[in-house]
């Protein structure tokens, strides 16, 4: 996400960023800003103040975690972290960069230790963000969004998906605990001259996509290139396959663990039959259920597969190895002109740990590598800006595909959660189950109610 497992996941050209959608249709409400200072891992005390002036912090050390390890993301991330620093040459920042996986894997451990991290990226989900809340290991960022204008910047959408009630029992609504710099879509990138030889334009409706897939394996293509071996990339493929299917309204009831969802409902079956009807039908590489993530859609950009299922964060990395071989759309709709549902949100928020003993010089670090300079940044390293995101221009052909993209889809209200949102055991259960039901041991009707399950649980206490 979220490279998300996880991640995850990012909109479009668009002040509005709009999630607004997200934000009329879920219902989410923007978090209340606290008065300043923290009286507690969650609760920020209420006459206490916060220091907005860097410089006149003292020496600091703020140690860093983040996983911003590929092309564009790296170098956004290296280039901010030497702005900041030239600016407060006070603060010394210690980055850690590690694998979306190797993070998900140490952070709760790490959090929990006596040497945490400063500033972590963590997964807005309920295993990650909203247990970490819980636990008191981060930090209450109303105070600072009151002072940096957060609150203002970004919009209520936005900082919903990053907000949690202080007992971390609520996700979608109350304080906030993390500040994204990146904007996620997930679509489908397809190869140009591997459409062209196969005498196809990109597919406007599902209709044309399921063709699409069909002459490509006719011809001895490979129609869609996955590497599941990490059990999360299948999420994002099969919350595209969802789109089609299932009303957003019952996407996001699911995805934000919000009562009155239903995983075993017809029009899930008939997406995870979809799912089952690929593997028949040979449109995935061979064992991609046994490939890295990483591995597989390298191996898109050196001339295997037609399409890849993805998300915008592998924009840069694809459109420096493939340039303008490489396209991006929307996952289409039934009809030509309906709405495109898929997943969206933002990337993986920066949060600060209980554990900082600087917690103003966190937060200072947070403001500089969100602010309107840095969207630039982003910008120009391929990345998709959080927000100002129709103040900045695409980088290149692939970069305008996305920026429509997430514009679209998040002005026609079609931007869906993730589904690992949902409970804080989805993650683990949604990957393990969707890899099975990939590999025929279990049955669509079979996977639904083990999601199912794992959703009821949660939500009816």
Not at 364 to 391: C, D, H, R, W
Request: with cysteine.
């Amino acid at each position: 996400m979220n490279d998300n497992q996880g991640v995850t996941m990012s909109r479009r050209v668009l002040r509005t960023i709009a999630l607004a959608g997200l934000t009329g249709a879920l219902g989410l409400t923007a978090c209340t800003p606290g008065s300043g200072g923290t009286a507690g891992p969650s609760e920020p005390a209420p006459n206490a103040s916060v220091t907005t002036d860097a410089t006149s912090l003292g020496e600091v050390t703020l140690t860093v975690w983040d996983q911003e390890v590929r092309g564009g993301q790296e170098k956004q991330m290296s280039t901010l972290v030497s702005q900041f620093q030239q600016k407060y040459p006070n603060i010394k920042v210690d980055r850690v960069s590690r694998s979306f996986d190797d993070l998900t894997k140490t952070l709760r451990l790490a959090l929990s230790g006596k040497d945490a991290p400063d500033v972590v990226q963590a997964n807005n989900t309920r295993s990650q963000m909203g247990a970490f809340v819980t636990a008191g290991e981060l930090v209450n960022l109303d105070p600072w969004a009151k002072a940096y204008g957060w609150d203002q910047r970004y919009p209520a959408s936005v900082r919903a998906v990053s907000s949690y009630s202080p007992d971390g029992k609520t996700f979608g609504s109350g304080s906030l605990f993390g500040l994204p710099q990146v904007g996620e879509v997930v679509g489908i990138y397809y190869s140009r001259s591997k459409l062209e030889s196969l005498g196809l334009q990109p597919p406007t409706t599902w209709a044309e996509l399921d063709a699409a897939l069909a002459a490509a394996k006719d011809k001895g293509e490979v129609p869609l290139v996955l590497g599941n071996l990490e059990k999360w990339p299948a999420g994002h493929v099969f919350g595209v396959v969802q789109g089609r299917y299932v009303p957003a309204d019952q996407i996001r009831a699911l995805g934000f663990g919000q009562p009155g969802g239903d995983w075993t409902s017809p029009e899930n079956v008939k997406a995870a039959q979809t799912l089952v009807d690929w593997v028949d039908r040979g449109y995935f590489n061979s064992g991609f259920n046994g490939q890295d993530y990483d591995p597989a859609w390298q191996s898109f950009t050196k001339g295997e597969g037609v399409f890849l299922i993805a998300g915008s964060w592998l924009q840069a990395d694809l459109s420096a190895a493939m340039k303008d071989d490489v396209g991006f759309m929307l996952p289409p709709p039934s009809e030509a002109g309906g709405t495109a549902v898929t997943t969206g949100g933002t990337g993986l928020p920066f949060a600060i740990t209980d554990k900082a003993v600087n917690k103003d010089a966190a937060a200072a670090y947070i403001n500089f590598i969100t602010s309107p300079e840095a969207m630039k940044v982003l910008a120009e390293n391929g990345n998709l800006p959080v927000v100002e995101t129709s103040q900045q221009a695409a980088p290149d052909a692939l970069g305008k595909d996305v920026f429509a993209a997430f514009d679209a889809v998040s002005r026609a209200d079609g931007l869906v959660p993730y589904l690992d949102w949902a409970t804080p055991t989805m993650g683990d259960t949604l990957g393990a189950t969707l890899q099975d039901l990939l590999a025929k041991k279990l049955s669509p009707a079979d996977a639904l109610a083990r999601l199912q399950e794992d959703y009821s649980e949660f939500t009816s206490k």
